[in-house]
């Protein structure tokens, strides 16, 4: 059964991102660099990401809440499936990217929710 495997990444608007970057380089290790954020490998497949958004990021839209939550997910279109099976339907997908396929939810809450279906290998 399509399944999620896992935390891909957790995305939040932040004023100065580069700054807070910078911040989190100098007291934690990670976080520098050109993009201002951080990856780490997961299991098999794809990796966690921490990454801050300028704060009038449009990302994270059709939420409000500052922060959206990345899930790998080992099925996609599987997952999809259970989804609209309970009544949620996507807000978005894309099967294009580079990095594989995503799709995004909008939870009870009004959480924007990224569901990622890294690519073989990845």
Do not use: C, Q
Not at 34 to 44: E, I, K, N, Q, V
Not at 75 to 96: E, I, M, N, Q, W
Request: charged fraction near 20%; proline fraction near 7%; avoid cysteine.
């Amino acid at each position: 059964m399509a399944k999620v495997l896992g935390i891909g990444g957790v995305f939040f608007k932040a004023e100065d991102p580069a700054t807070l970057a910078a911040w989190y380089d100098k007291v934690l290790g990670f976080g520098g660099g050109d993009w201002s954020g951080a990856m780490w490998p997961h299991g098999d497949r794809g990796y966690t990401i921490w990454s801050p958004f300028k704060a009038d990021t449009t990302y994270f839209a059709p939420s409000t809440a500052p922060f959206m939550v990345n899930f790998i997910v080992d099925d996609l279109d599987g997952v999809l499936a259970r989804a609209a099976a309970a009544g949620v339907h996507p807000t978005g997908r894309d099967d294009s990217d580079e990095n594989g396929r995503f799709a995004w939810l909008m939870d009870p809450a009004g959480l924007k929710i990224e569901l990622w279906e890294p690519k073989s290998g990845a």
